[in-house]
């Protein structure tokens, strides 16, 4: 699976942004997906899952109520809209995939479930 992220760039704090990550492949249905975030000299973090379906999302307290991921399994693609944007979510954001095939709801949050990793896309927040 190939991973290809969009829709980064600079906003100012309050505004918004989605990010689009486009998936190669028949089999995209079969992958939960997962946003993550790198902050300079910080560590890669979970961002947001969602399930093979779906219909199981999770996401980071900080932020739980403004930002919402989605998917679109026929144009195996998923989403990530982002809103109230804060200069601390300033980072490279990363589209992941992790091929689940036992369950249509079941979504992980930590990195070394995930299988596959775009190459990122920058996102700045200026206050």
């Known amino acids: 699976v190939q991973l290809v992220e969009s829709g980064g760039g600079l906003v100012q704090a309050g505004g918004s942004l989605r990010l689009s990550c486009a998936a190669s492949g028949r089999t995209f249905s079969s992958y939960a997906m997962g946003w993550f975030r790198q902050a300079p000299g910080k560590e890669r973090e979970f961002v947001a899952a969602i399930s093979t379906s779906g219909i199981t999302t999770r996401y980071a307290d900080s932020v739980k109520g403004r930002f919402t991921i989605s998917r679109d399994n026929p144009k195996n693609t998923v989403y990530l809209q982002m809103n109230s944007l804060k200069p601390e979510d300033t980072a490279v954001y990363y589209c992941?995939?992790?091929?689940?095939?036992?369950?249509?709801?079941?979504?992980?949050?930590?990195?070394?479930?995930?299988?596959?990793w775009g190459q990122g896309t920058q996102v700045t927040v200026s206050s």
């Open positions: 992941a995939a992790d091929r689940i095939l036992s369950s249509t709801i079941v979504v992980h949050t930590t990195l070394v479930e995930y299988d596959y």
